[in-house]
């Protein structure tokens, strides 16, 4: 009697699936921080050649949490571990950095 071996469940953690989805997620996050950007401090910069910031603050902080959650969304949606709070955690962490960076960055805070 020869028992045969059972492939592999499909359904575990597919880590190989961040290889794309970050690097797409960070292009896209990037675009966003970049508006951003242009928002506080439209074309001139900050510093302004003499005309200063010329944005809405509410539209530079929508924006940059917007590239925050870009970022963060293939830490969840992709399966790369079974667990969901330690994908849920990982991935807010990212969001907070990524908005709290962009942020001091675009404001001239660093």
């Known amino acids: 009697m020869s028992e045969e071996r059972q492939a592999p469940s499909p359904s575990g953690p597919r880590p190989w699936h961040l ?14 921080t970049v508006v951003a950007a242009f928002g506080a401090c439209g074309v001139s910069g900050c510093s302004g050649g003499g005309f200063g910031p010329a944005g809405n603050g509410l ?3 929508i924006l940059c ?3 925050g959650a870009i970022l963060a969304t ?8 079974d667990r969901r709070v330690l994908r849920v955690g990982l991935a807010g962490a ?3 950095g990524w908005t709290a960076w962009t942020w001091l960055t675009v404001t001239g805070g660093i």
């Open 19 to 32: 290889l794309w989805a970050l690097p797409v997620s960070l292009v896209l996050a990037s675009v966003v």
């Open 59 to 61: 539209l530079t902080i």
């Open 65 to 67: 949490a917007l590239a």
């Open 74 to 81: 293939p830490l969840i949606v992709v399966g790369w571990t």
């Open 94 to 96: 990212v969001a907070v």
